[in-house]
């Protein structure tokens, strides 16, 4: 037989019955100090539930005011205690003869939650709890659809705040809540903001779980969103998934997210690139990017990363997304800055690279190119640089007649091409027959006219081509071929030519 719960003021009610709640009779006596109630707490947590019974039927106050002093009330109450040891026949006692969960300073829902006790929350809202006062990211941590939906049918917002886009994004092992919102939004529209904002930031963190589940929980990548904590008034100065996911240039993510170059337009999404892996999906989808803006964005984010190390940027990165295309025509006053900057502070392999990679009139243009080595600190390091390094004869020839180069820069160009007068040895020092022995132009003429040169080079000690090597410094012609041969015929010798005056 269910008894009624509207008593008397003077009876309770004993929770052996079957009872109906919630709680109707007529209210009860509130302490107004901590001593009052003190021996109900100790039998609490003591667990003499006979003893609680007892001051519950002498009709004595079980719980203090709302105006007692805040720090009595910090006091653990009879239902605190009563859940915090899992007693959960003492919280039916105290709840079904008139307990005030209100009157508490924080819900006990919230620590029955945090316990992941879903007996003690459906009864606390069974006999009255307010579903409002619990914590909604206490709701989401309980991994239990039944509580999501006990709560969402008690009108309790779940997408009010970022709780659950927070939850969406970082836990992916509470599968029930995901289950749960799959099948809010057919419902709620209210529920479709968190999962978009959600994938935004598994994105964002780069959560391959997160992004599956809430995909498959019916995210839209194309939805504009904000982040975690901005109200939706900033949605319209957000970004869909898809743009995110350009925009940390997350490639692999743009397959999962349905990227299509019919719906996405990538030539808008090239305003978001500021990686190649990405750059090179949108440019395979047959778009024309503004090469300029892409590769002044690459090579500074590049060039920020050595100077700042705010990214991970590499110059292979860089070298790419020229290979794609880059091109830059000029070079602003901040990017012409920071790689003179890095130019002169790399290493001696790393700058190098970076010099050759800029140097290509396919990737920079010539007055871009002069403009920037037309400084004299950074001049004198390219002149160290060898051919390999792309400072070759043409690139001294180019800053020799540059406009807006440096006086002391050209000077230094124009010397390095300039032609250099060729020094002529009259001596030379052969070891001849076991002796050290100098030889003028002369003798050394005679010598390699008189002697075929593979017997001279037993007699020195030195090979054939060394010996030509001498003369040719020494502008001393040697015997042609067939000279030998022909020398009994009449062949007759190079005469041996005067030295250049200066």
Same mark, same amino acid.
């Given at each position: 037989?269910?008894?009624?719960?509207?008593?008397?003021?003077?009876?309770?009610?004993?929770?052996?019955?079957?009872?109906?709640?919630?709680?109707?009779?007529?209210?009860?006596?509130?302490?107004?100090?901590?001593?009052?109630?003190?021996?109900?707490?100790?039998?609490?947590?003591?667990?003499?539930?006979?003893?609680?019974?007892?001051?519950?039927?002498?009709?004595?106050?079980?719980?203090?005011?709302?105006?007692?002093?805040?720090?009595?009330?910090?006091?653990?109450?009879?239902?605190?205690?009563?859940?915090?040891?899992?007693?959960?026949?003492?919280?039916?006692?105290?709840?079904?003869?008139?307990?005030?969960?209100?009157?508490? !300073? /924080?819900?006990? +829902?919230?620590? #029955?939650?945090?316990?992941? @006790?879903?007996?003690?929350?459906? *009864?606390? $809202?069974?006999? &009255?709890?307010?579903?409002?006062?619990?914590?909604?990211?206490?709701?989401?941590?309980?991994?239990?659809?039944?509580?999501?939906?006990?709560?969402?049918?008690?009108?309790?917002?779940?997408?009010?705040?970022?709780?659950?886009?927070?939850?969406?994004?970082?836990?992916?092992?509470?599968?029930?809540?995901?289950?749960?919102?799959?099948?809010?939004?057919?419902?709620?529209?209210?529920?479709?903001?968190? !999962? /978009?904002?959600? +994938?935004?930031? #598994?994105?964002?963190?780069? @959560?391959?779980?997160?992004?599956? *589940?809430? $995909?498959?929980? &019916?995210?839209?990548?194309?939805?504009?969103?904000?982040?975690?904590?901005?109200?939706?008034?900033?949605?319209?100065?957000?970004?869909?998934?898809?743009?995110?996911?350009?925009?940390?240039?997350?490639?692999?993510?743009?397959?999962?997210?349905?990227?299509?170059?019919?719906?996405?337009?990538?030539?808008?999404?090239?305003?978001?690139?500021?990686?190649?892996?990405?750059?090179?999906?949108?440019?395979?989808?047959?778009?024309?990017?503004?090469?300029?803006?892409?590769?002044? @964005?690459?090579?500074?984010?590049? *060039?920020?990363?050595?100077?700042?190390?705010?990214?991970?940027?590499?110059?292979?990165?860089?070298?790419?997304?020229?290979?794609?295309?880059?091109?830059?025509?000029?070079?602003?006053?901040?990017?012409?800055?920071?790689?003179?900057?890095?130019?002169?502070?790399?290493?001696?392999?790393?700058?190098?690279?970076?010099?050759?990679?800029?140097?290509?009139?396919?990737?920079?243009?010539?007055?871009?190119?002069?403009?920037?080595?037309?400084?004299?600190?950074?001049?004198?390091?390219?002149?160290?640089?060898?051919?390999?390094?792309?400072?070759?004869?043409?690139?001294?020839?180019?800053?020799?007649?540059?406009?807006?180069?440096?006086?002391?820069?050209?000077?230094?160009?124009?010397?390095?091409?300039?032609?250099?007068?060729?020094?002529?040895?009259?001596?030379?020092?052969?070891?001849?027959?076991?002796?050290?022995?100098?030889?003028?132009?002369?003798?050394?003429?005679?010598?390699?006219?008189?002697?075929?040169?593979?017997?001279?080079?037993?007699?020195?000690?030195?090979?054939?081509?060394a010996i030509r090597k001498r003369c040719r410094s020494m502008l001393v012609p040697t015997p042609h071929r067939g000279y030998w041969q022909r020398r009994a015929k009449g062949a007759r010798r190079q005469p041996l030519p005067s030295l250049p005056t200066s």
């Amino acid at each position: 037989m269910i008894r009624s719960l509207e008593v008397s003021p003077n009876a309770w009610i004993d929770p052996r019955d079957v009872l109906q709640p919630p709680y109707r009779g007529p209210a009860l006596p509130l302490a107004s100090r901590l001593e009052q109630v003190s021996p109900l707490l100790a039998a609490c947590k003591e667990g003499r539930h006979y003893n609680v019974e007892r001051w519950v039927a002498d009709g004595l106050p079980i719980q203090l005011a709302h105006d007692a002093e805040r720090d009595e009330r910090r006091t653990p109450s009879a239902l605190m205690l009563a859940i915090e040891s899992g007693a959960m026949d003492l919280a039916l006692l105290l709840l079904c003869n008139g307990y005030r969960t209100e009157l508490e !300073l /924080d819900s006990p +829902l919230n620590t #029955a939650l945090e316990r992941r @006790r879903k007996d003690f929350v459906l *009864l606390l $809202l069974d006999w &009255g709890a307010d579903p409002g006062g619990a914590d909604v990211w206490r709701i989401l941590d309980s991994y239990d659809r039944e509580i999501f939906n006990r709560f969402a049918a008690s009108d309790v917002d779940l997408a009010s705040d970022g709780s659950l886009a927070f939850a969406l994004s970082e836990n992916t092992s509470n599968r029930p809540l995901y289950g749960f919102v799959k099948n809010a939004v057919l419902e709620d529209a209210r529920y479709q903001r968190p !999962l /978009d904002i959600a +994938l935004s930031a #598994a994105i964002d963190n780069e @959560r391959d779980k997160a992004l599956s *589940l809430c $995909l498959w929980a &019916g995210a839209n990548p194309r939805t504009r969103v904000a982040g975690l904590d901005d109200p939706p008034e900033e949605d319209e100065y957000g970004a869909t998934a898809i743009e995110r996911a350009v925009e940390w240039d997350r490639a692999h993510y743009l397959k999962k997210l349905g990227f299509d170059p019919k719906l996405d337009r990538p030539e808008e999404l090239f305003e978001h690139v500021y990686g190649p892996k990405a750059l090179k999906i949108l440019v395979s989808a047959e778009s024309q990017p503004d090469w300029s803006m892409l590769a002044e @964005r690459m090579l500074l984010k590049y *060039l920020g990363s050595r100077l700042y190390g705010y990214s991970a940027f590499t110059l292979d990165d860089v070298e790419e997304t020229f290979s794609m295309g880059g091109f830059l025509p000029s070079l602003s006053r901040e990017l012409k800055r920071r790689l003179r900057q890095v130019l002169l502070d790399e290493s001696e392999w790393q700058s190098p690279r970076l010099f050759r990679l800029i140097r290509d009139p396919e990737n920079l243009s010539q007055e871009a190119f002069i403009s920037l080595v037309a400084h004299q600190k950074l001049a004198e390091r390219v002149f160290t640089w060898s051919k390999n390094d792309g400072v070759d004869r043409a690139f001294y020839e180019m800053l020799a007649g540059a406009k807006g180069v440096p006086r002391s820069v050209k000077e230094k160009a124009r010397a390095v091409i300039a032609p250099k007068p060729r020094v002529i040895r009259e001596h030379t020092r052969f070891r001849d027959n076991g002796q050290e022995r100098w030889f003028s132009r002369e003798e050394l003429y005679e010598l390699v006219w008189t002697t075929p040169l593979i017997q001279l080079s037993a007699r020195l000690g030195i090979s054939d081509n060394a010996i030509r090597k001498r003369c040719r410094s020494m502008l001393v012609p040697t015997p042609h071929r067939g000279y030998w041969q022909r020398r009994a015929k009449g062949a007759r010798r190079q005469p041996l030519p005067s030295l250049p005056t200066s």
